[in-house]
């Protein structure tokens, strides 16, 4: 593979506009760059986590599914930055969706509502799937204006429950209690 980038500043986005792959260029609060945006953050906070995952040989298996969607967010990225193109497929939700039923049988039922805590690892999967619903709402948002072709809307909404589920496993293999939300009493 060649070099993608030989120059990293090119001073065309200095306006507030940005080029899309279509050639299109639009503001840099289009609903479609906020989605982008969004989805690139998910990525790096997934990135954290990852790293920190990384550094735990008995959080192996986590790291293990959650490295791949690292990819396919880039790819996500790639189909919004270029509109028409198509990098992300049906088989890759169907993965998450196994992994999530996989993890569900080893953790169990949910009796009540956890907080995002109880070791960074947990509290760093809880910041992933936070900012996956925030990545699918922007692209809900764009797809309110430009509709989205693929399966980029139901890829995040079944990683952020793989997410939910991974901070759920993640307290199991490291031996942590979660944090049981504990409603306040009327006084």
């Known amino acids: 593979m060649g070099f993608r980038l030989s ?38 906070q997934l990135g954290l986590l990852l790293a920190h995952l990384s550094e735990k040989p008995h959080l192996a298996q986590v790291q293990d599914v959650l490295a791949p969607c690292q990819h396919r967010l880039f790819d996500l990225g790639g189909e919004l930055a270029m509109p028409g193109h198509r990098a992300l497929y049906n088989s890759e939700v169907e993965r998450v969706e196994a992994a999530i039923d996989a993890w569900n049988e080893v953790v169990g039922p949910l009796r009540n509502f956890i907080l995002p805590g109880g070791s960074v690892c947990i509290a760093q999967a809880h910041m992933c799937r936070a900012q996956a ?47 049981l939300w504990a409603q306040a009493v009327a006084r």
């Open 7 to 44: 120059k990293i500043y090119t001073r065309t986005g200095d306006t507030g506009e940005t080029g899309l792959g279509d050639g299109r260029r639009v503001a840099k609060d289009h609903p479609r760059v906020e989605a982008i945006g969004e989805v690139d953050t998910l990525n790096s």
């Open 133 to 179: 619903r925030t990545a699918e709402r922007r692209c809900q948002q764009l797809q309110r204006e430009e509709p989205l072709d693929g399966v980029g809307l139901a890829y995040l909404n079944r990683l952020s429950d793989l997410l939910f589920v991974a901070a759920r496993m993640i307290a199991r293999l490291e031996g942590v209690e979660e944090v």
